[in-house]
């Protein structure tokens, strides 16, 4: 292995908490009613293209793409639509949304269900784009891009290099590290797809050295394919970023407000790879995941595959309820999740996680004058000073905050983690983003 | 020694001469003709460089009136809340113009989401900016158009003019108010609205921006508009409109009837600064009669929502705050 | 019905806190207390407890009566600032100006600017220059150390070593009639030498630097760069005239050039924010101490150099920032 490779600006190393490493996937029974929230991707919704009493089938397209960044919609249960309505999202929006009743468990013919490995890749890369496009793929990781765009570079650029992203450097979170372990082979050959498609012939996964077990079973399984190779890296948070992990990886750094197709690479969670190989080789649109049900007191820490639009309570049921004294719940990691206000929402194509905290790990700590000890611009990964950003977001000083390149601030949170005062610095640099960043729309505009 | 004194005198001399002359001509060169009205205009004005008339100052404002007087023979379209009429009409003699009056009008906050109305459902930690918690999630109350409590609208104002109740948690204005509009901006969920302020500053308006249907938006909040229309059926000016189970209150043509008021089965609807009106038939409670000298009301609170409710209702066991 | 907690991410902190960082120095200055009891004996332990509880008793009384909110006494900030003020004059100075001392250092240098974390000048560091200029006598004349076995009498006053170098060399002395008047080395290193309470020993004070970097509460950058500037530029004008200029591991090891550099260069509030600037003021120090030692008026410059670089520290960090990511342009492969 060598020496480990990391990014090299920043970084902190919060406490792993892998609770659920060792629980293998399990599959969830079926919920009795799916919510199929319509905006489930970054970018435009996607539109309803079914309507009150239609019978659907697994795997049948509801709800098409409204734009380039867009996504289709297929159904994950079989069963009667309900209803069109507004359905409650994690943070308590109400927006609009499908419910289905579920009846049975009627799978689309042209969807294979048998367990059979097909190696063979026999489309073409635009065949496979246009599969994955179908399939209505986004980023697993949780930014949930449409990964067809990631798949086809604007004009003038080359990928070079495909790097998948097994690192998984968000605590507790373990649904990466299982499927690598169970799913090894098939999110191998999802890899070979997403090369042929790209028309790279280097792939590099990269994988953090708390998780020895999949580096190995990957590494002797990769040796069948050609032009894959392991990465072991040193655990440092916020490897699974982009740019972070281009930086580890191959030691190139993504130029300020670029993309990383501008050093010739292109990063995919190692969730995607495998729903890639579930949707070019068997028919398969995106309508389970696998989400980890993690924290300290849950009875049960575990990973299950679910279908989209499960209920979240039933996940947490399966792992014997929610704890007595859950004062947070966290979709995603701790890290970079997103708390919810209620447990009434549904599985999406972006939760990686469901994280229950004790009521005594949910409050923050009261916030102290800042003593200046640069602890956060240390450990910020992208260089910046959050102290100052989130001042001058603060104080509304935006043309500041944009000098001080606010825009290029991944919302990794090593700051706040770090931060002796406990200031909520992400906050008002998340602030600052949204303000800056429509101050920067508006002059576009002109 | 003379020589000295002399040669002194004349090398300095012809310096402040040379000086002199480069001095004038570049003067007159970069000559700047500014209308001396402008510097009128701008004297006139309240110098609270508040941004309120849509320009970035009080001289900006100046000279854009001074331009349009001249091309319009108008000041159509230009304002200043801050000064309201007075100023105004000020403006309008310099320029030698006819302005016409201007209702004054006043920030009105348009939900009653209070802490008792929409209990808290979920506990909001972090930054003190709604514009950051209108982003993470719908709000403590759970309703995603209710106020978030957290006073962008307050750090705002440069009038000192609305504040947060720490009972209600709710923001309310004072008459201090000049309609400058930093707070409707500041709103990220647009609940802040100029209306009319109203003959001594009586004014009814619906309390709440919920186009949700009855039943979820009462979920959240006790005093939601539910889109009954019984407001809109008893209005007998036409002054009511239903957008998507949402009632709004037309300013222009409200003449303050109050038949709306008691129609609604929410009490989204409020009137303020009215004297209290005579017990309702069908609550002949023996109240205590509170008679507040309608001066001294407007003194206290404009928006004090609170205040008219327990005006409306005259019992003390109904005053459910 | 469980309430939930909503915030933006992360959910997780580090669990470091103002009130750790503080204490960490506090422990870190451990050593060089005892080493000052040890040669001074009852007397650092007047001035240190007097210059304790004073600046505690003054952030408290303004924060409760002047500021009128909650009083942050507890979170080791004020203790820190008595401690160094303390270290920073001769075991003998009276109790008064001790105080005195104190009332400058929270009043005037933290408090009049607001409080923790707003203040531009070490509060300490204040404190001693205000104290040095305006009773010049009692805060330059230092007992001898003096081990605490050798008894408690006879407290016998003495210049420092600087002192007696700047003297030297000012009456037209070389270095080499100097040599037996100033302490050896290793006199120097385990505190016989004449000066303020802190600064006596060297030893104590880069252990207690050494736990500071372990603990992460500083970085190297300040100290290395501080030090190392003094070291060659002290070191060029030895090579230069060794007769006419000290040693570089004099200049290092006497006077407050170490205690300068491990605790007050390093004061968090008052030190740039970014790496480099750190390099930077590290440098302006070391080059400012030098040469007010050996061309100003004074023998000794660390805390005058120091604060001058605190005032520079605003222009520091507007001018050198962080390193970016990808601010240099990515590896071109696509051209």
Known sequence: ?446 | ?321 | MNMFTVSGSPHVHGDDSTKKIMYGVVYAMIPAILVSVYFFGLDAIRVLVLSVIGCLFFEWVIQKYLIKGGTTINDGSALVTGILLAFNVPSNLPSWMIIIGALVAIGMAKMSFGGLGKNIFNPALVARVFLLISFPVQMTSWPKPKAITEGLADVVTGPTPLGIVKEGLDAGKTMSELKPQIPTYMQDLMGQMGGSMGEVSALALILGGIYMLVKKIITWHIPVSMLGTVVIFSGILWGFNPEHYADPVFHLLTGGMLLGAIFMATDMVSCPMTKRGQLVYGFGIGLLTILIRIWGAYPEGVSFAILFMNAVVPLINKAFKPKRFGAKPGVAINQ
């Open chain 2, 1 to 321: 020694m003379d020589n000295v004194i002399l040669i002194a005198v004349i090398a300095l001399g012809s310096l402040g001469l040379v000086a002199a002359v480069i001095l004038y001509f570049i003067a007159s060169k970069f000559k700047v003709f500014e209308d001396p009205k402008i510097d009128e205009v701008e004297e006139a004005l309240p110098a609270a460089n508040c941004g309120g008339c849509g320009e970035p100052g009080c001289r900006a404002f100046a000279e854009s009136c001074v331009k349009t007087a001249k091309e319009t023979k108008a000041l159509e379209g230009l304002n200043c809340p801050v000064g309201g009429n007075d100023v105004m009409q000020d403006v309008g003699k310099i320029l030698g113009l006819e302005v016409e009056a201007k209702a004054p009008m006043i920030a009105v906050v348009r939900c009653h989401g209070s802490k008792t109305n929409s209990p808290e459902k979920v506990n909001y930690e972090g930054a003190t900016s709604c514009a950051f918690a209108h982003a993470l999630y719908a709000g403590e109350g759970g309703c995603m158009h209710g106020c978030l409590g957290l006073g962008d609208c307050v750090d705002v104002c440069d009038f000192d003019a609305i504040h947060m109740n720490p009972e209600t948690g709710l923001p309310e204005v004072n008459d201090k108010c000049t309609a400058c509009n930093a707070c409707v901006v500041a709103c990220p969920r647009d609940i802040i609205e100029l209306r009319k302020k109203g003959p001594k500053g009586k004014r009814i308006f619906v309390s709440c921006i919920n186009e949700e249907k009855g039943a979820p938006a009462k979920k959240n909040c006790q005093v939601a508009c539910i889109g009954c229309s019984k407001c809109f059926k008893v209005c007998p000016h036409d002054a009511i409109t239903m957008n998507s189970f949402l009632a709004y209150i037309d300013f222009e043509k409200c003449t303050l009837c109050r038949k709306c008021v008691v129609e609604c089965p929410t009490n989204a609807i409020h009137e303020i600064n009215f004297k209290p009106r005579k017990p309702r038939p069908e609550k002949p409670a023996a109240s205590v009669e509170r008679k507040p000298a309608p001066k001294k009301v407007e003194e206290k609170v404009e928006a004090g929502q609170t205040a008219v409710k327990e005006e409306k209702k005259e019992t003390p066991n109904d005053n459910k705050e």
């Open chain 1, 1 to 446: 292995m060598g020496i480990l490779k990391t990014f090299a600006l920043g970084g902190v190393h919060p406490e792993e908490n892998k609770l659920s490493a060792n629980a293998p996937i399990e599959v969830l029974p079926l919920p009795k009613q799916a919510i199929i929230p319509l905006g489930q991707n970054l970018g435009a919704p996607s539109k309803a293209i079914v309507k009150k009493g239609d019978k659907v089938k697994v795997g049948q397209l509801i709800a098409e793409a409204s734009g380039f960044i867009s996504t289709n919609i297929h159904s994950p249960v079989s069963g009667t639509v309900f209803k069109l309505d507004n359905v409650i999202d994690g943070s308590g929006y109400k927006r609009p949304g499908i419910i289905i009743n579920v009846d049975g468990d009627e799978w689309d013919e042209s969807i294979d269900i048998s367990d059979t490995l097909i190696t063979e890749i026999t489309d073409d890369a635009q065949a496979i784009i246009d599969k994955v496009k179908k399939a209505g793929l986004v980023g697993m990781g949780g930014a949930t891009f449409p990964t067809y765009v990631k798949l086809m570079p604007p004009p003038g650029k080359v990928a070079e290099y495909l790097i998948i992203n097994g690192v998984e450097c968000e605590p507790y979170l373990t649904s990466d590290h299982r499927l690598m372990l169970e799913k090894g082979q098939e999110m191998l050959i999802g890899t070979k797809i997403l090369m042929k498609a790209l028309g790279v012939s280097k792939a590099i996964i990269g994988i953090e050295n708390n998780k020895p077990d999949a580096i190995n079973h990957i590494s002797v399984l990769a040796k069948d394919f050609e032009g894959i190779s392991v990465q072991a890296l040193k655990v440092q948070y916020p490897q699974g970023g982009e740019k972070q992990l281009i930086k580890a990886t191959v030691n190139r750094e993504v130029p300020s407000g670029k993309l990383p197709i501008e050093v010739g690479c292109v990063v995919q969670n190692v969730g995607t790879a495998f729903a890639v190989y579930e949707a070019v080789q068997k028919n398969k649109p995106l309508i389970d995941r696998v989400v980890s049900v993690t924290g300290k007191a849950v009875k049960k820490p575990a990973n299950y595959l679910a279908r989209i639009g499960t209920p979240i309570q039933q996940l947490i049921d399966a792992s014997e309820g929610l704890p007595e004294n859950t004062g947070k719940i966290v979709n995603g990691g701790p890290m970079m999740g997103k708390a919810l206000t209620s447990l009434d929402v549904p599985v999406v194509k972006g939760s990686s996680g469901i994280l229950l905290m004790k009521k005594e790990e949910s409050s923050r700590k009261v916030e102290s004058p800042c003593i200046r000890c640069s602890k956060c611009t240390y450990v910020c990964p992208m260089g910046l000073e959050p102290y100052l950003l989130s001042k001058a977001a603060k104080l509304a000083k935006y043309d500041i905050a944009e000098d001080e390149m606010v825009m290029d601030c991944i919302e990794c949170g090593s700051c706040q983690y770090t931060c002796p005062a406990s200031i909520p610095l992400l906050d008002y640099l998340r602030l600052g983003k949204s303000k800056v960043g429509a101050i920067m729309r508006d002059r576009n505009k002109k």
